[in-house]
């Protein structure tokens, strides 16, 4: 087997983000591919939570159901996780956890040999060690990280932990040994340039790409993890990091930022967004850019606050009252989520409209292994200009793009107005010149249009059936379609949902059958073809019990599709 | 510095005839005058409301907002460049009702911007309804048996709070009012002015003649660094006492603590992306 899914599952609280953290980082170094996705609940200790880590021969980006090998750490776990359980599911564990599933169990005394290491609590470094050994990790690469990785610790912590690795990679190496288990996976060295990062890592990367030196947010799952990363980079990169007393009060210092200067953005989730609608609008009016990050969770209201869905994308469509230009963009390659991100940016600034980026948890919490990024010839082109005596903010122009200056950089005063305001910005009921401004603000959509993400084709340009799908949904749908090996077949991916390409309806008119692939009820993406295209699609495989599609999951839902397509 | 540098020329403006506002704006120009704010570098930050359209009718910068959400733009507009005067001016309703939260909050964070409220006590905007300052008895529209909450007291809130700068002025006092605005300016920080004023339309209560038997000065020997002293002040109610309130001398700007100037002295607008720390921040994710 040359890719091989492992679960460990247990209770909040008992360290399976540590065991992650530490496995996927020796695995990794040791040049395996990998990815890990994480499902857990909205508690801080108890409840079940489980963490699958893939490793391969090939780059793997997407959750499978499979589990090969499950490691369960408390009572409840194997239960947890039943329905994934196979016939050649190897489980490891205390006896009283394995609970008799599978023919393949092997007791590991994990408590027992960290209290021979000399601490019970070393328990999950003889996971870590266990797992290592199954995969002839070379245990020195272990060693290393451990000392790295407990370095504030003393050293009799540091030694045990070592120890307890070791008694862990033993019984590991046993089973190898003793051919009770078969793995071969090869190493490969482009692994050992590659990035380890989550959805949140290039969501913030990408974001100090694009000259983000301002962020006001107000704590939410599961977008909290960008404001998080900024707070950490204030001094390195200059940037203010403030949490602010709510989403209302984050968007409108968000929103003060652009206007004097800065590049500013929020993170949020859902119903953050909803109080963030107004200043929506107001960015709208003001066209004063704004960069927010809308990281989905499962709604409505509070809903399933740490799992993940696509349910927001109408709401980012519609939201904030009144008609003004915005662009939407929906990344689900990890590095087009650091690429658009960056160019949020530049698209905000340049068309001084509000910029969406759409992620999900799955996409922020899950790591992924990326090629390096280059950044060395990047550079970003600043749009604001230096005001003369007679600057008006909101002069008429042809393209609809009026010249934005910031207060204190240059001779004009900048004026910007919520209320319906003239050229100079200040407060108007001229009904006439409320058609000539609105039509300004409106005619920008023209000029966005024209520097649209195009969405990508993946796979038989002379394909039968499309199979289409948005943001994080990528890497489960490309895989899937790898897997069922089918030649008419092929996906089409966007990255930017609004506004939607125009050689979209090329795509659409092409296939004989379309299928939209969306993590949400009530097939929010296939509406908004519909609604721009006038093409209704003719399937959606829709999933919204809060967690992420599994790649066997669009393979069996596409053959089911097929084989009625064949009859 | 001349007034005349703030004048807007010939404008139309929203406020009714005797409206406590004209002196107000007047006020406010003097001011700016004669504290040398050029306009170019003042910014004027306001939400919605007949006070919040003050911005409108002098020369300077201006952020005019959503209602009740002046204080967070300002803030923001101030931390990005320290080089700006900010100013957030907007109505009782604006700032204490629909900006409660923000109000309580920018206290906390005390940004180096001046606040100032014009507190008529009634909405006038939306025609006659209760404010949030508004006496209890007060008929209106809405209110039609006489309002019945208690009044929200902006200045034993912000005293409560620890704000660096907390004051009460009336519109008619010119002389007087200036020279609180003055100070507030001046002062680094958060800087609160209550500015009462009669509102010639929907408030019959508090009229001209009820704020000069209502109203005095603190004398001379009032110690505005005293906390305790400062909120007995500022729960009197039979009379309410103007001038200077309180000054928390301890409070350090929010500007000044920011991490981003730490190496960095330079607005936000004339930064660059430094790429080499991306570079190596992107390194970092190697393992």
Redesign the interface.
């Known amino acids: 087997m040359n890719d091989v899914s492992i679960v460990i599952c247990g209770e909040a609280g008992q360290g399976i983000q540590t065991v992650e953290k530490i496995l996927t980082s020796i695995l990794k170094l040791s040049g395996y591919y990998i990815f890990s996705t994480t499902e857990f609940m909205s508690r801080i200790r108890g409840g079940s939570n489980s963490t699958e880590i893939r490793i391969s021969d090939t780059p793997v980006n997407s959750f499978v159901e499979k589990i090969d090998i499950l490691i369960p750490l408390d009572f409840k776990a194997v239960d947890h996780v039943k329905q994934r359980i196979g016939k050649d599911t190897i489980i490891l564990g205390r006896k009283e956890f394995i609970q008799g599933k599978t023919k393949r169990t092997f007791e590991v005394q994990f408590t027992k040999l960290a209290e021979e290491a000399g601490n019970k609590i070393y328990a999950n470094t003889v996971t870590v060690g266990l797992i290592a050994g199954i995969l002839g990790v070379d245990f020195s690469i272990l060693e290393k990280f451990i000392r790295g990785f407990f370095k504030k610790k003393d050293e009799k912590i540091i030694n045990g932990n070592i120890e307890a690795g070791k008694k862990g990679y033993e019984v590991g190496e046993k089973l190898i040994k003793e051919n009770k288990i078969d793995f071969k996976i090869k190493k490969s060295e482009k692994v050992k340039d590659s990035l380890l990062v989550n959805g949140t890592d290039l969501v913030s990367m990408g974001a100090i790409g694009g000259g983000c030196n301002f962020i006001s947010s107000y704590p939410m799952s599961p977008s909290t993890g960008v404001l998080t990363f900024f707070s950490r980079q204030q001094e390195e990169f200059g940037i203010i990091a403030e949490q602010a007393e709510s989403e209302i009060s984050a968007i409108n210092m968000a929103l003060g930022a652009w206007y004097a200067g800065a590049r500013a953005m929020v993170t949020t989730s859902g119903g953050g967004f909803a109080l963030m609608s107004e200043g929506l609008s107001l960015a709208g009016i003001l066209e004063t850019p704004v960069v927010i990050h809308l990281a989905q969770r499962p709604g409505p209201a509070t809903g399933l606050p740490t799992r993940s869905e696509q349910g927001d994308l109408l709401f980012a469509l519609f939201a904030g009252h009144g008609e003004f230009p915005r662009i939407i963009l929906a990344p689900g390659k990890m590095e087009d989520v650091f690429d658009l991100t960056r160019k949020a940016f530049d698209m905000a600034d340049k068309f001084q409209v509000p910029v969406v980026i759409m992620t999900d948890q799955y996409l922020l919490d899950s790591s992924f292994l990326v090629p390096s990024i280059d950044v060395s010839k990047l550079k970003n082109k600043k749009y604001f200009v230096k005001t003369d005596k007679n600057y008006k903010r909101y002069k008429l122009t042809k393209d609809g793009i009026s010249p934005r200056g910031i207060p204190g950089y240059g001779r004009g005063l900048v004026v910007v107005d919520s209320d319906e305001h003239d050229e100079e910005g200040h407060i108007t009921e001229d009904l006439d010149f409320r058609t000539k401004i609105v039509d300004k603000r409106l005619r920008k959509m023209d000029l966005i249009r024209k520097e649209m993400q195009p969405p990508e084709l993946i796979g038989n340009k002379n394909y039968k059936m499309l199979v289409i799908g948005w943001g994080s949904t990528y890497y489960g749908i490309k895989e899937a379609l790898e897997r069922l090996e089918d030649s008419k077949t092929a996906f089409l991916y966007y990255k930017q949902v609004y506004p939607l390409h125009p050689n979209t309806k090329g795509y659409l008119e092409k296939a004989e059958r379309t299928i939209v692939i969306e993590n949400n009820a009530t097939g929010q993406f296939a509406k908004l073809i519909k609604m721009e295209t006038g093409i209704r699609t003719d399937n959606s495989i829709l999933k919204y019990n809060g967690l992420p599609f599994s790649v066997e999951e669009i393979v069996g839902e596409l053959k089911a599709i097929m084989k009625e397509e064949g009859k | 510095m001349d007034t005349k540098i703030y004048d807007m020329g010939k404008?139309d403006i929203a406020w009714c005839p005797g409206c406590g506002n004209f002196s107000i704006l007047k006020v406010l120009k003097e001011t700016l005058s004669e504290l040398n704010i050029a306009?170019?570098?003042l910014?004027m930050?306001s939400g919605?409301g007949q006070a919040a359209?003050t911005p409108?009718y002098l020369?300077?910068?201006?952020?005019?907002?959503?209602h009740g959400?002046a204080l967070?733009?300002?803030?923001?507009?101030k931390?990005?460049?320290r080089?700006?005067v900010v100013i957030a001016e907007g109505g009782d309703g604006d700032m204490y009702g629909e900006g409660g939260?923000?109000f309580?909050?920018t206290i906390r964070r005390n940004p180096d911007i001046t606040n100032i409220v014009h507190n008529n006590m009634v909405y006038g905007l939306t025609k006659g309804q209760a404010s949030p300052t508004s006496l209890k008895g007060f008929n209106t529209p809405v209110q039609i048996n006489g309002v019945i909450l208690e009044p929200f007291n902006p200045l034993a809130v912000a005293i409560g709070l620890g704000a660096s700068f907390v004051s009460r002025a009336y519109s008619d006092d010119m002389k007087e009012t200036k020279e609180i605005i003055k100070k507030a300016i001046k002062h680094k920080g958060y800087a609160l002015v209550d500015l009462l004023h009669p509102c010639v339309s929907f408030n019959k209560l508090n009229d001209r003649k009820w704020f000069k038997e209502h109203t005095y000065y603190l004398g001379k020997d009032y110690d505005p660094t005293n906390r305790d002293e400062a909120f007995k002040k500022a729960t009197e109610t039979d009379k309410l006492p103007l001038g200077v309130f309180y000054i928390n001398k301890s409070a350090m700007p929010f500007e000044k603590k920011?991490?981003?100037?730490?190496?960095?002295k330079k607005?936000?607008?004339?930064?660059?992306?430094?790429?080499k720390?991306?570079?190596n921040?992107?390194?970092s994710?190697?393992?």
């Open positions: 404008i306009p170019g570098k910014i930050v919605i359209k409108h020369k300077g910068n201006v952020f005019n907002g959503l959400r967070p733009p300002a803030t923001a507009i931390a990005v460049n080089n700006l939260n923000h309580i909050h920011l991490i981003a100037y730490k190496n960095n607005p936000m607008y004339e930064r660059e992306v430094d790429f720390k991306l570079k921040l992107i390194a994710k190697k393992g």
